[in-house]
């Protein structure tokens, strides 16, 4: 049974940090390109940042030089570092775990992220 489990989400000041993790288990992890999405209330989901098994990384334009995505396969973990938080940031995370080839994809349950002062 896959599994990917948010963790790190919370309430934080404009221009604080927070750090997301998403534990996964059921998959080969190493081979899966990893991806966080965000959803804010009525907008659409939205792509923040992916990695790729080889660790090629691609960030929305709304986020570059603020976001920092990571993994570390020993540990099947990918991980959201975020800085210099905007208003804007606030929204449900979801991690996501594709793999293309075999068509096999995975949504976690999300985790909150409100940024307020």
């Known amino acids: 049974q896959v599994q990917l489990v948010e963790s790190g989400g919370g309430l934080v000041q404009p221009g604080g940090s927070l750090r997301l993790s998403c534990a996964a288990s059921?998959?080969?992890?190493?081979?899966?390109?990893m991806a966080w999405y965000r959803q804010a209330p009525g907008k659409q989901r939205e792509l923040v940042a992916a990695?790729?098994?080889?660790?090629?990384?691609n960030y929305a334009d709304s986020v570059k030089g603020r976001f920092t995505i990571s993994r570390e396969n020993a540990k099947n973990t990918v991980y959201l570092q975020m800085n210099s938080l905007e208003l804007e940031d606030t929204a449900v995370y979801f991690c996501?775990?594709?793999?293309?080839?075999?068509?096999?994809?995975?949504w976690g349950q999300g985790t909150q992220v409100t940024v307020a002062s």
């Open positions: 990695i790729t098994g080889g660790a090629r990384t």
């Open positions: 059921g998959i080969i992890f190493s081979i899966y390109t």
């Open positions: 996501y775990a594709e793999q293309p080839a075999w068509r096999q994809n995975y």
